[in-house]
């Protein structure tokens, strides 16, 4: 589907390919139970883990199925989250978008000003008709984010993924092309 990682640039962020050099500054977020808990995850106990997802963003590239940016901050280069697209479907000109973000940057609009970007990108460079996202019902400013966005509530999945030893539901959320301004 793509070959190339471009860079999206906001106001405040450049949203950019992770590498290796990144493992530390993400390991600050992932090892953080408060960041991972709804992302099916259990946090992060060494760098090596961090490498491990690193390394699964850069997979998921390679096999045109999802594309994950590091957000940072124009300021500091720092990587404080990310944000992407996965389960690409090029045949139904749909994916799944995910993020998250340090708990030291939530509440200032970084999730929203990424995840906006992503959308946008989405729609208008891999022709995406839908974007989907899969929230757990207890995650709340996740799912204010994304209604704040214009994603339409489309219904509970029961049971939909097993993570973490249990088994858990999940929002499906989408937005459509046309639907974005």
Known sequence: MFKHFSVI????????????ADAKDMFAYLSDKDVVKHMGLEP????????????????????????????TLKDSGRVI???????????????????????DYWGKGIA???LEAVVKYGFKHFQLE?????????????????????????GLLRHYEFTCGKFDDLYMFSILKGETS
């Open 44 to 71: 992060a106990q060494t760098e090596e883990e961090v490498l491990d997802e690193i390394r699964w963003y850069k997979s998921i590239h390679e096999e045109g199925t999802g594309i994950r940016w590091g957000i």
């Open 130 to 154: 839908r974007i989907e996202a899969l929230i757990e019902p207890d995650n709340v400013p996740s799912i204010k984010l994304v209604e704040k966005l214009g994603f339409t509530r489309e």
């Open 112 to 114: 929203k000003e990424a």
């Open 81 to 103: 989250g990310s944000c992407g697209f996965l389960n690409m479907k090029s045949k139904h000109y749909r994916a799944e978008v995910g993020y998250e973000l340090n708990k």
């Open 9 to 20: 640039e906001t106001s405040r962020l450049i949203l950019r390919q992770v590498t290796p």
